[in-house]
């Protein structure tokens, strides 16, 4: 018999040792954040679900978006729920993780950034994330780290389980029960950029100034080529838009 743990629903971060997680670089991306909100805007319709929504980061982004007319933030770590309840005080808040948030009357949209690799059984939140959309054949907007070959000592210190491949990613979406739309690799420099900082030389955090820079300079230019002209054959992270519901449709990369 399994350990009582594993028969718990599924936590977030529940292996990190770093207190800030990815937060602390995300607070000096503003380009990055815009970016990521602009690439899910056309899926982000009606009522939309966040999960994992840290410290409200993104949630105040997608909370701007015309087509969002309500946003549920679920967040399980009571001090990201408390700085995230500062953050935006009028924010709708579910402290808890998918499992607790009821499936009818049913959600349009759920968006899920950097949160499904801190989770171990990543397969039955896919499937859970499915019974919330099922209801009205919504959006799953899924952002995660990508590539093994980049796992270093921060993956671990963040709690990451895994970073993925793209058929590993299709594989897992399919059997949960989802219709794959799009699914890229995202930010061809930052593979090479994360390589660098926390593979060779192994280092164990972010500078505020390092990401000031590659989000002013570097990340604009290379999100301009990734989303005008084409997505990278490999890159840091991956994106997919996969559709739930019985319907068949065919996939595009």
Known sequence: MPPAASLMPSRPNSAATNADFEFAGLREAANYRRALAKGFRPYLQGRVL?????IGQMTREFRALAGVTEIVAVEPEARFVTQLEAFLPQAAIV?????????????DALVSINVLEHIERDQEELQRFHQLLAAKGGHLCLFVPARPELYAPLDRDFGHFRRYTRPELRAKLERAGFVVERLYYYNLPGYFAWL????????????????????????????????????????QNLVAIARA???VGRAKD
């Open 245 to 247: 519901g019985a319907d």
């Open 95 to 107: 402290h808890g993780v998918a499992a607790d948030v009821p499936v009818d009357p049913g959600w």
């Open 196 to 235: 660098l900082s926390f593979r060779v030389l192994r280092r164990r955090g972010f500078t505020a100034s390092a990401v000031r820079f590659f989000d002013r300079y570097i990340f604009p230019v290379a999100f301009w080529c990734e989303s005008r002209l084409c997505a990278p054959p490999f890159g």
């Open 50 to 54: 966040e999960v994992g929504a840290g």
